[in-house]
């Protein structure tokens, strides 16, 4: 290692976070507020005040009831802002996990799936407006969980919930089945049926938008399912739960069985009655599933697992501030906790100085807060062992030569949580590890190409294949580069993933066996069957 690196590597040497939230902590006792006290809750914002009273659900709800643990165990779920505890939730284990599965079953062959397509429809557009009733106090829950800013929570993660469970219920009653052509004397049906008990394993970066994606269509084709939040972020998939037994929907349609992988996760891939798994998380865990289907009973497996995305700026793209724009919001928007995330920026050479400072510029409106502030663009990393990972992939970018041209710390260390602010790498090359590993944090590498094919062929390099964008003035440039990029999402001249009525999901190792949203979501929760009927 050169004395330059070196430098540079002990410079950036990660910053251990104050480990608050490492041993359970006795409940305070509680004092009189004091008169200061009483001021400094005045000053509150609406968000930061409810957070002090809010309801937060923390037993399972099997079939219906909410209920603790089979053990009896709980375990802590941390603010990842502040780094305490914020509420004791059910430890639960495979016996909650059998529970579960018996009320989801039971369910299947009671009411749900033999209600019409019409009637699941209402249940669920009444589901939807209750979530939207407490729109308020999901995004205030989904911010202290997860460390998100409030305005994002409150208008995207909450709102998106809200209309993607619309989206679905509305399409209940509008799909039809088929006839075959099969001659006079036969009718030949192909008709659709709900598969069965669904198993749903979430992730932590989108609990409330990810459990949506996937009840949006589980429900309005007639499953039942049995939910399993991310273990930091259990709390909303609960609240949901109590909202739909709220909005009518038949006990045991949706559970909930908070708890860890191996313990809640594992028997779950693993069970007899459970006829599919749809499964958002990481390839590593995702690949954990298709191995508990095949030794169990080839329950259908879909999966939606990570990415490291590339946003692609041709020699001919128009309008660099625009660009800039989009480039900033691709890796700072979830504090670049997100799947879809462009974490590398692979840009033509003659545009990169320009872009760049145009991007520096804007990454300074990102500003890295409390969650439960308003203002706040980018909120915390969701845990410790998170932070050290994302601090320790800006680390191997300054051992491996790349030039750190913004940010690269750990930030806001004396409030306990865990957050690291905007950062970006210029002169990355598509060997260095920043290059290649999903960091999952606002950490961006600027890559540089001359030929098109180059910017093509970077952009492929990857065993990923989740989204990507393309900036060009050219229709020709933009459709080529738009179909020769290997994945599930290319967005030309913008950044994002489409809307609810397009599919998403991966190639390679983002993904496998369906995709969330859009009406191809429904087809991967039903079976298809044939009816050949002799007519004599
Ligand atoms: P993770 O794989 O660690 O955990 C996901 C879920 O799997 C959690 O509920 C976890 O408890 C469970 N799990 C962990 N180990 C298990 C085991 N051995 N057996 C069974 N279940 C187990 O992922 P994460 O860290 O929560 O989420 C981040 C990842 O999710 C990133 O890779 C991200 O790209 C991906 N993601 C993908 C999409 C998409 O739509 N493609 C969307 C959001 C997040």
Same mark, same amino acid.
């Given at each position: 290692m050169s004395a330059a690196k070196k430098k540079a590597a002990k410079k950036s040497a990660v910053k251990k976070p104050a480990k608050k939230a490492a041993a359970k902590k006795k409940a305070p006792t509680k004092k009189a507020p004091t008169r200061v006290a009483k001021k400094k809750a005045a000053s509150l914002s609406p968000a930061a005040k409810l957070a002090k009273s809010i309801h937060m659900p923390t037993n399972a709800m099997i079939g219906g009831r909410s209920v603790p643990a089979a053990s009896g165990k709980t375990f802590a779920t941390i603010n990842p802002a502040t780094g305490e505890v914020l509420a004791e939730v059910a430890d639960c284990g495979s016996m909650d996990v059998d529970r579960a599965v018996a009320a989801a079953r039971s369910a299947f062959h009671g009411p749900w799936s033999r209600l019409t397509p019409g009637e699941r429809k209402r249940v669920m557009q009444r589901f939807a407006t209750l979530i939207e009733a407490h729109a308020t106090e999901l995004a205030t829950i989904e911010t202290l969980e997860g460390g998100k800013p409030i305005t994002d929570t409150a208008n995207i993660d909450v709102a998106d919930t809200i209309a993607t469970i619309r989206w679905h219920a509305e399409a209940a009653d509008k799909i039809n089945d088929q006839l075959t #052509?099969?001659?006079?004397g036969i009718v030949s049906m192909v008709v659709r049926e709900p598969i069965g008990v669904v198993g749903v394993v979430l992730p932590w970066n989108f609990p409330l938008m990810m459990a949506a994606w996937k009840l949006g269509p589980i429900l309005a084709t007639g499953n039942t399912c049995v939910l399993k939040p991310a273990e930091q972020t259990s709390i909303t998939t609960l609240r949901l739960a109590e909202l739909a037994t709220e909005a009518g929907i038949p006990d045991g349609v949706i559970n909930v069985v908070p708890g860890f992988g191996p313990a809640v996760g594992e028997p779950l891939g693993r069970h007899p009655d459970v006829d599919a798994v749809a499964f958002t998380g990481s390839t590593e865990t995702g690949r954990r599933f298709l191995n508990y289907s095949a030794e169990s009973n080839l329950k259908r497996v879909l999966l939606e697992c990570g990415g490291k995305n590339p946003f692609v700026v041709m020699h001919d793209a128009d309008d660099l501030d625009a660009i800039a724009e989009h480039a900033a919001n691709a890796i700072y928007w979830n504090g670049g906790q @997100?799947? &879809? &995330? @462009? &974490?590398?920026? /692979? %840009?033509?050479r003659s545009l990169k100085d320009e872009l760049l400072g145009l991007l520096l510029e804007k990454s300074r409106e990102w500003t890295v807060g409390d969650p439960l502030d308003p203002n706040t663009r980018i909120g915390a990393m969701i845990e410790p062992e998170h932070l050290d990972k994302v601090l320790d992939n800006i680390n191997s970018g300054h051992v491996e030569g790349a030039d750190c041209v913004l940010g690269g710390n750990q930030v806001r260390m004396a409030s306990g949580g865990y957050f690291v602010e905007p950062t970006i790498f210029d002169n %990355?090359? #598509?060997?260095m590890r920043l290059a290649r590993e999903? /960091?999952?944090? #606002?950490v961006l590498s600027v890559i540089t190409f001359d030929q098109p094919e180059e910017a093509i062929q970077i952009a492929n390099d990857t065993a990923y294949g989740l989204s990507a964008s393309v900036f060009t003035s050219d229709l020709r440039t933009a459709h080529l580069a738009a179909r020769s990029i290997r994945a599930g999402t290319v967005t030309v001249n913008t950044y994002g993933e489409g809307d609810v009525a397009t599919p998403f999901g991966g190639f390679g190792l983002s993904g496998f066996g369906g995709r969330d949203k859009s009406l191809h979501a429904h087809d991967q929760y039903t079976e298809l069957k044939t009816i050949w009927i002799d007519l004599g």
């Open positions: #052509p099969a001659g006079m @997100n799947c &879809s &995330s @462009n &974490s590398r920026l /692979i %840009v033509h %990355v090359t #598509p060997q999903e /960091i999952f944090g #606002p």
